[in-house]
């Protein structure tokens, strides 16, 4: 009902009016239902639009005044509805935030977890080996990957000029360091650093320049060894590669000892053993050269030993009946899950 009488009551009775649009601004509480109340207070059809369209029912003294507190109001309650608009949509964005939000530093969600990684059988033979060596005595040596030439080569009687260079190209650093070619490398650290009489084992990675095949790869492990004491001989030699290989495979091995040449050992050997009908080359061997002890200060005359290099990767090959080498570093979950 639209009588004059509640026109000009509703244009009157202005604080009540403000009081309740501005109570709506308060509790609306998204954006849209802000806008929605901004076209219902102010739009054409707006309840404050009409107010104002009314006040011209009023009594001409009455009107002016009215009309003052009526614009006021508008006043407010734009600003009140701008304010609220844009609370609202900081918190929006700030849930967005929360809810996107990513903790790097968490552990990850647990369905990754359902399948756990193994040991790499290169590492879990590495590591039996190591046992075993301890428990004759060894202690266990690391090396640096990047070794000097001095240490590859210069030390283990192999100079510049020498041919076995050729046999182990390698990846060169713009320095002039090298990714080492052998763990031998290991062999003048240890002599540098320990007092003789010692025994060490060095196992580690090793890098050459091959062409690749099913028994050659560009990185491959070996685990170098070396006993240096008084009166150490071929015998000795002997016998500890025959114990090695009975503790590594379990049995006595069917062994052939051939000469072999590498300069930092004087006699040296290839030590092969038997294995599925046919002689595989598995540990190079010898004395340790006298030249080799001399250059890190050990008096040859008084102290003797044997250096050999155990080819780890092939041993675990061996062990297992991998008929590439390749897949040692192929990240192929079919092979490694195979020694879970
Ligand atoms: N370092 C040699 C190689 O990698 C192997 C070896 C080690 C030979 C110790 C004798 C003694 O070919």
Redesign the pocket.
Known sequence: MDTDSSRVESATNLSGLRGSVLALVAVADTEEALEQLRTELLGKKGQLTQAMKELGSLPVEQRKEAGQALNLIKTEVEQALSQRIASCAAERREAALQSEWIDVTLPVSAPLFTSTGTQHCLTRVRRELEEIFRSMGFRVVDGPEVEKEYYNFEALNIPATHPARDM?DTIWTTDGNLLR????AM?VRALERLEPPLRIVGPGR?FRYERLDASHEHTFY?M???MIDRDVSIPNLIYFMKRLLREIFGSEQKIRLRP?Y?P??EP?FELDIWFQGRWLELL???LVHPRVLESSGIDSSQWQGF???LGLSRLVMTRYQIDDIRYFQSCDLRFLKQFA
């Open positions: 182990q070619t052998h763990t031998s062999q090793c070996q170098e060894g070396m072999g590498f930092f050992v040296g190079p061997c010898g250096a050999f290099g």
